[in-house]
């Protein structure tokens, strides 16, 4: 069946995530499709700052508290009879995680009047591998 689903995006329009553009697409993404596919929600909201935190959230049923902990691992299903029947793969999350960790960043999932994501990626502070001073021209 068709969900109408609205999605709010609040970050910046000229915030810069340094990276890999294919897995910072797959965070989005991914998030989006687990929301649109698990939630039973009605609205996304999507929340960024130039400092790299961004929290994703939705206003549907969440995720019971003792699966919290267990939803970014390969292959989790909260629900195992109905995710099957939706032909999720169980990676949508994993895949977020690893692409955020790949980015030096970190994601955490809570339930807040729906189920919502805080993440960090891509913060500006530069790091030693990035900052030109640090390798002179030899």
Same mark, same amino acid.
């Given at each position: 069946?068709?969900?109408?689903?609205?999605?709010?995006?609040?970050?910046? =329009?000229?915030?810069?995530?340094?990276?890999?553009?294919?897995?910072?697409?797959?965070?989005?993404?991914?998030?989006?499709?687990?929301?649109?596919?698990?939630?039973? $929600?009605?609205?996304?909201?999507?929340?960024?700052?130039?400092? $790299?935190?961004?929290?994703?959230?939705?206003? =549907?049923?969440?995720?019971?508290?003792?699966?919290?902990?267990?939803?970014?691992?390969?292959?989790?299903?909260?629900?195992?009879?109905?995710?099957?029947?939706?032909?999720?793969? =169980?990676? $949508?999350?994993?895949?977020?995680?690893?692409?955020?960790?790949?980015?030096?960043?970190?994601?955490?999932?809570?339930?807040?009047?729906?189920?919502?994501?805080?993440?960090?990626?891509?913060?500006?502070?530069?790091?030693?591998?990035?900052?030109?001073?640090?390798?002179?021209?030899?």
């Amino acid at each position: 069946g068709t969900k109408n689903i609205a999605i709010e995006n609040s970050v910046a =329009g000229d915030i810069v995530i340094p990276g890999n553009a294919s897995l910072l697409e797959a965070i989005f993404n991914n998030l989006i499709d687990n929301a649109i596919s698990y939630s039973g $929600g009605t609205q996304i909201s999507i929340r960024g700052d130039s400092d $790299g935190h961004y929290t994703f959230s939705d206003n =549907g049923a969440g995720v019971p508290d003792e699966h919290l902990s267990h939803i970014f691992e390969r292959f989790y299903r909260v629900d195992k009879g109905r995710s099957r029947d939706r032909g999720g793969t =169980g990676l $949508g999350l994993a895949i977020v995680k690893n692409a955020i960790a790949i980015h030096s960043g970190s994601i955490t999932a809570r339930n807040d009047g729906g189920l919502t994501f805080d993440f960090t990626i891509g913060s500006k502070k530069p790091t030693e591998e990035n900052s030109p001073k640090d390798h002179p021209a030899t």
